[in-house]
């Protein structure tokens, strides 16, 4: 065994032991999934003035600036130069939570790298007087194609998700040989349901071969979702087209097509569900193979309720070839995703994959990804 091996397999157990270190830290309560951060100025406040619809807290509060039908005041109007966002185009409505929304209405706009001119309401108002008001501008968004932010849960690292986004990842995947695939994911959103993605891989092998893998695209349309229900369902089919080169090992030498649902599903207590059901089958060669990826985790914050995301996961992975004389592989890979700005639209995964079957001829694997939802700004914004 060389030291390199021994290295990396040292590193395998350091990630292990820190990834088990986070997901205690979450669990124990050192990460928060919430609170009331009302002061009692405001309760006070709201016991005198009484109960107020969405409509009168909106107009009372916003619509100074955001003008009464959500579209915003002109430059001219306001008097500052900062643009205003229009609340009734579902693209820009649509895709956050809206624990976000009240958490900006809240501590103001740097609380998520956003202008100062967005002042804070926290003194003014409870936080249920700011999530009735903030229901009320989500409102304004009346297309009812557009699945709500709240059915779009922290991506795992190998069970692509329902929600249609607007991402950019680059994901590596390192095996204790020393071989690793890493693929830059290109995701675009269009219109309510629908997304394509493009996946470039470049695989580098123990062996000393490397180059590009082969190139994926894909398409992804939302079947059905409610926010009422907790729930999204997609369906989806990639091309995979022979890129590589298949006598160094970077790629498989004949196209395949892979179909899938996928499914998110909002649980009690901030806990979330992803699962996928995938068939691949190839165009030539190998047989047919099915897997069944499932992942859990809970979305929590750090410091308060307004702080930043800290998301473990865990996932179980099942793959089996159609044939007769096939078994099924089991991996397990727990995992903890978290946000790198105050934004949170740049994010970073890290985990662990761990066989569970076929243990003596598979080894682990570090995975780990880096996220930007360019939808929500550049890599140096929000920071």
């Known amino acids: 065994m060389t030291s390199e091996v021994i290295c990396l397999g040292h590193a395998l157990r350091r990630s292990i032991c820190l990834l088990c270190v986070l997901v205690a830290l979450t669990v124990s309560g050192c990460i928060s999934s919430g609170g009331d951060p009302n002061s009692s100025n405001a309760q006070r406040l709201a016991v005198e003035r009484g109960a107020q619809t969405g409509k009168q807290l909106y107009d009372n509060n916003c619509a100074a600036c955001h003008a009464v039908d959500g579209r915003g005041r002109s430059v001219s109007q306001v008097g500052f130069d900062v643009p205003l966002p229009d609340f009734t185009d579902c693209s820009y409505n649509s895709p956050e939570q809206s624990a976000d929304w009240v958490a900006i209405a809240h501590e103001g706009g740097p609380i998520r790298g ?53 991402e950019t990842l680059l994901k590596t995947v390192l095996d204790q040989g020393g071989s690793s695939e890493t693929q830059l994911i290109y995701e675009h ?38 926010l009422e229900k907790g729930y999204i369902l997609s369906a989806a089919a990639e091309l995979s087209l022979p890129t590589g080169n298949e006598s160094a090992g970077t790629g498989a ?31 030539e060669g190998s047989a047919d193979e099915a897997e069944l990826h499932v992942a859990i985790g809970r979305a929590m914050t750090g410091n308060g309720p307004y702080g930043r995301q800290w998301n473990p996961m865990v996932e179980i992975l099942g793959a089996r070839p159609l044939e007769s004389a096939a078994t099924t592989e089991w991996d ?40 930007w939802d360019w939808f929500d700004g550049g890599l140096g914004d929000g920071w």
């Open 114 to 166: 956003f202008s100062p001119i967005m002042p804070a309401f926290g003194d003014a108002l409870t936080t249920a007087e700011l999530e009735t008001l903030v229901e009320y501008v989500r409102g304004f968004c009346t297309d009812e194609h557009w699945p709500r932010g709240e059915l779009n849960f922290p991506a795992p690292l190998f069970t692509e998700k329902a929600f249609p986004e607007n």
């Open 253 to 283: 030498g004949h196209a395949s097509l892979e179909t899938f649902l996928a499914v998110g599903k909002q649980l009690p207590k901030d806990f979330f569900l992803h699962s996928r059901v995938i068939y691949l089958m190839p165009l």
């Open 332 to 371: 397990w890979v727990p995992q903890l995703q978290f946000s790198i700005n105050q934004r949170q639209h740049l994010l970073f995964n890290v985990g662990v994959r761990l066989p569970v079957t076929h243990r003596t001829s598979r080894d682990p694997q570090i995975s780990a990804y880096f996220l």
């Open 189 to 226: 959103r269009i219109g309510a349901r629908n997304q394509y993605e493009i996946t470039l891989p470049y695989v580098n092998l123990d062996t000393g071969h490397q180059g590009i893998g082969d190139l994926a695209v894909a398409f992804k349309h939302v079947l059905a979702h409610s």
